[in-house]
Nanobody, 115 residues
Framework: QVQLVESGGGLAQPGGSLSLSCAAP????????MGWYRQAPGKQRELVAS???????YYADSVKGRFTISRDNAKHTVYLEMSGLKPEDTAVYLC?????????WGRGTQVTVSS
C-alpha cells in the first residue's frame, strides 16, 4: 500500500506561520503532480496548492501570496509553507500524489489557527 507521510501542522496564532511536508515513495513522486488539500469540519475538501512534475504551481485564491508550495525531487518530498495564517485556514491538510493514472492520499495533518 502506497504511503504518503505528512508532517508538520499544529497550532498557530493568527498571522503566524507553519510548515507542512509530505514524503512519498520515489517511484510515485517522480511521476506525480503533488497537491495539498484541506478539509474543514462540515465543508468540502478543497485544493489549496499543487505543483507539477515540471514545477508549475497552482494556488487557490484564498491562499495566494500567503502559502508557497515546493518540491524536492531528491528527497521525494513536497512542502507547504504557510504564513499570514487566518482562523479560516483551520482544517485537516492532506497531501495527494496524482500521476494521471493513479492517485494516492496521505492521512492528513491538523492545522489550527487560533488566538
Amino acid at each position: 500500500q502506497v504511503q504518503l507521510v505528512e508532517s508538520g501542522g499544529g497550532l498557530a496564532q493568527p498571522g503566524g506561520s507553519l510548515s507542512l511536508s509530505c514524503a512519498a515513495p520515489e517511484s510515485i513522486f517522480v511521476a506525480s503532480a503533488m497537491g495539498w488539500y484541506r478539509q474543514a469540519p462540515g465543508k468540502q475538501r478543497e485544493l489549496v496548492a499543487s505543483i507539477a512534475v515540471a514545477g508549475n504551481t497552482y494556488y487557490a485564491d484564498s491562499v495566494k501570496g500567503r502559502f508557497t508550495i515546493s518540491r524536492d525531487n531528491a528527497k521525494h518530498t513536497v512542502y507547504l509553507e504557510m504564513s499570514g495564517l487566518k482562523p479560516e485556514d483551520t482544517a485537516v491538510y492532506l497531501c495527494k500524489a496524482d500521476s494521471g493514472l493513479n492517485w494516492y492520499w496521505g492521512r492528513g495533518t491538523q492545522v489550527t489557527v487560533s488566538s
